[in-house]
């Protein structure tokens, strides 16, 4: 009886390790609502959305492992706060985790020598990972803004 009890505990044990294991890739945003947010647009409202050519030619982005992507950051730079919604391309997560904490790395540098404030934030900033899709704020309340995002997922299908 002991036997049979401790191999359906085991059973139990494993099917929850794998279900936790899993994540919700049917998870999508819609980036053109949240772009058109004004309660977004309220809490960065000198932000503006980054071109794809401002990404790679400032950000130093390599924008090849990105499937859609949405960065605002302000218009004059004298403010770190800014956010990114990256979908990487499948598979590509680590990689673009990696460009990010490489653009982290120079942004902090950048503010420290003129704007220490700043860049306390930036080293406050928050790094999410919801589905398929990295958040990563730079503000006064990251947390409030991620849950404001997650008011725009929709199912995929």
């Known amino acids: 009886m002991k036997k049979i009890v401790r191999s ?5 044990l494993v099917l929850c390790l794998t279900a936790c294991g ?24 000198s932000a503006d959305v980054v071109s794809k050519d401002d ?13 859609e992507y949405l960065i605002v950051a302000p218009k004059v730079a004298d ?6 919604i990256i979908k990487p391309l499948e598979g590509k997560m680590d990689e673009v985790r990696n460009e990010v904490n490489n ?9 420290s020598l003129y704007q220490p404030e700043e860049a306390s934030k930036i080293n406050n900033r ?6 398929d899709y990295l958040f990563y704020i730079i503000g006064d309340k990251p947390n409030d803004l991620l849950k404001e995002f997650m008011e725009f997922k929709m199912n995929e299908k």
């Open 103 to 111: 653009f982290t790395e120079k942004y902090i540098e950048q503010f």
């Open 79 to 84: 403010k770190a706060d800014m956010y990114m």
């Open 8 to 12: 359906i505990m085991m059973i139990m």
């Open 55 to 67: 990404l790679v030619r400032i950000y130093d982005f390599d924008l090849s492992s990105m499937e």
């Open 126 to 131: 928050l790094i999410s990972i919801k589905g």
């Open 22 to 45: 899993q994540k919700d890739s049917s998870l999508a945003f819609d980036m053109a609502k949240i772009k058109e947010s004004s309660k977004i647009k309220e809490l960065f409202p």
